[in-house]
């Protein structure tokens, strides 16, 4: 199973980016899935969370009224809608399933690639 996140680039500060994380390969069932941020330097952080099929979402204090984690409309898509964009916001972008996966038949943890978000005028 992997994960492809994509939808980073170059915003301004105050807009807004969607960025989408789409799960592939296989025969599995997403759990649950996480938004993480990293900065050169810095470790990785926890943006905000959604279970799945219930979509009940959590998110970092340092985001929270500014983003969305949301299901996509294709399966096993979840999309992370940014707004009010900021300076520190730049980053890049993970997004970290919890998921059964039917052929192993075991749980399994797979983490995207990462997408570049970076937030300048």
């Known amino acids: 199973v992997q994960l492809q996140a994509s939808g980073g680039g170059l915003v301004q500060p105050g807009g807004s980016l969607r960025l989408s994380c789409a799960a592939f390969?296989?025969?599995?069932?997403?759990?649950?899935l996480a938004w993480y941020r990293q900065t050169p330097g810095s470790q990785r952080e926890l943006v905000g969370t959604?279970?799945?099929?219930?979509?009940?979402?959590n998110y970092a204090d340092f985001v929270k009224g500014r983003v969305t984690i949301s299901k996509g409309s294709a399966r096993d898509t979840v999309y992370l809608q940014m707004n009010s964009l900021k300076p520190e916001d730049t980053a890049v972008y993970y997004c970290?399933?919890?998921?059964?996966?039917?052929?192993?038949?075991?749980?399994?943890?797979?983490w995207g690639q990462g997408t570049l978000v970076t937030v300048s005028s």
């Open positions: 959604i279970t799945l099929p219930g979509g009940t979402t």
């Open positions: 390969g296989g025969s599995f069932r997403l759990d649950s």
């Open positions: 970290f399933a919890n998921l059964w996966d039917y052929v192993e038949d075991r749980y399994d943890a797979v």
